[in-house]
């Protein structure tokens, strides 16, 4: 392994656990799994230290419609325990395929997952106008009725039927950074900040989970920034940032100051639940003071690091 | 706060999280777990350094149930990923109630949980001899089914119905030991070996998870001896270990040698699945180089750790 090449954060998006057409068994999980933790491998093996957050999207809808399943004989949980289910689900995946890689690679590096709680303001907007669908599909008059049974805010879904939407609140901290800085600076890889983290606010000065999903990648960002990361890198299932996205005229950005992503995106180029948010949080990430902030393609991921594929945004 | 009193390891057991008769709400889970941290605190106020560990049966319980009521439509998890996801869990619940406990005392430091692997040997003969219940129960036709179905163990449950069975396997390393030491080190308050750890093997030179559930006591132990803990406190729902427990002639045991320990342990005083592993965690403890360990009621743990109550098994 060569010398440090300087710490990178990597936000795994869904397809590094569940790819589409998959039920999501445990075997097809493991194999998700490791084929992605082959790609971490190597960064780490380039010479990266390496921070790694990741989505939970189906891992929490999942535990959500277990909860609801059984709600008459078990009490459901919040969605702040909802998370930390899947941090602890999909931390562990993580933690032992990394590991295992890394081994066989003879890289003597441990990997560990923190239970990692991300703070919002509990006067952010985002509360008065919840707009994340989560949870189990109902029918019009259920869903009436369990809004006015639990308090719940029931929307359509344009996907069909009726759901529950809850707040998606901006992340403004990171509860545990000291612990995550810590075991940066003594060498380990850490997982953190897991489906955009643990949603909690500080009420009369003490912390308080609260019901809402923050966005993996603005999570992932201010975990970045707060540990003064060198790179982030936000990898999924497509090739990078587009402009007129899936239309004939298509074409993929390689390279953009963060003055000409700014633009972009208030010119309002990219989707809101999509690449919105990947692309605000990478204008984000070098507004604070980052090296450079990369979105690409998951089986790309060190390509989209050293920018030989993907989207590089830069400082001006 | 005085000076340094060494490193305490504490393991929570069940009532830290859920009292007999309560469903388990939200609301009682936070009052429960708020309630056990004011012990915890009592600890770290009077200048220990403290390692938390915790069971999870009912949490895990919860868990399997959830998966088992849904398999025809989302495939169930294997008992690796159950207990990971009661490790994020209960290890949220711990760390945002004794974070907040501490603040309110003027009490500096951090409190992190780590999703933890526990090393336990393929060759165990407990995989031959699967002893503990888990999951749903079922009537002997449905039990035998499954049985078939999955290769899973069945046995009727001496508290009525059939439920499958899981090996119980000894603890033999922790996965993440050099990331709890390092935590340690720097002044954290560590959460870690949840519900016992998430049972793995080496296979091949590889981790792999295994199903099979391990005792938190004997979990905790092993960690407890691993980080050279000074101190091995167990804390329960009974005021220490008895002999003739819950007999007219009961009597509390207030302090013993690890050989007198040993002796009682031989002779068969301590049922199996209750105080037994508990005075076996206490006795490998010492064994191993701790100073002392000790069982007592949760609501006097700091007592229980300075002799004060419950029962103390000290070297020779």
Redesign the interface.
């Known amino acids: 392994m060569s010398t440090d090449k300087g710490l990178v954060v990597v936000a795994l998006g869904g397809n590094a656990f569940l790819q589409k057409g998959q ?4 075997e097809e999980q493991w194999n998700n799994v490791v084929k992605a933790m082959k790609q971490i491998a190597d960064i780490i093996e380039k010479g990266y230290r390496v921070l790694l957050t990741h989505g939970n999207g189906p891992q929490v809808g ?2 959500l ?3 609801e ?2 709600k008459e004989r ?2 459901p ?2 969605m ?2 909802a998370n ?6 999909i ?2 995946m993580i ?2 395929a990394l ?2 890689e890394l ?2 690679r003879g890289i003597g590096k ?1 990997v ?4 990692n ?1 991300v703070l919002v303001d509990k006067n952010d907007p985002a509360f008065q106008n919840p707009t994340k669908y989560v949870g189990p599909y109902y029918d019009e008059e259920t869903a009436k009725k369990i809004a006015a049974e639990k308090g719940w805010v029931m929307k359509p879904d344009p996907r069909g039927g009726w759901r529950r939407v809850v707040p998606s609140p901006d992340p403004i901290g990171n ?2 950074k ?2 995550i800085r ?2 940066l600076e ?1 060498n ?1 890889i850490v ?1 953190a900040s897991g489906g955009g983290g ?1 949603p ?1 606010v500080y009420e009369n ?5 609260v019901e809402a999903v923050i966005d993996k990648d603005l999570a992932g960002e201010r975990l970045a920034s707060l540990v003064r990361a060198d790179y982030f890198v936000i990898v999924t299932d497509v090739e990078g940032v587009y402009l007129n996205f899936r239309k004939p005229n298509q074409r993929l950005l390689r390279r953009l100051t963060v003055s000409e992503a700014e633009k972009l995106y208030e010119e309002g180029h990219f989707p809101p639940g999509s690449m919105g948010p990947k692309v605000l949080a990478a204008i984000r990430f070098v507004r604070n003071g980052g090296k450079k902030a990369a979105i690409g393609h998951l089986y790309k991921a060190l390509d989209v690091l050293e920018e030989r594929a993907g989207t590089t945004i830069v400082p001006d």
């Open positions: 039920k999501g068994t445990v999942n535990v419609e277990w909860m399943s059984l078990i009490p949980l919040t702040d325990f930390a289910m899947t941090q602890g689900w931390g562990y933690q032992q590991s295992n081994k066989r441990h560990v997952t923190i239970v709680q509860i545990e000291d612990a810590t075991l003594n380990f997982v643990i909690v000065g003490e912390l308080r989970g």
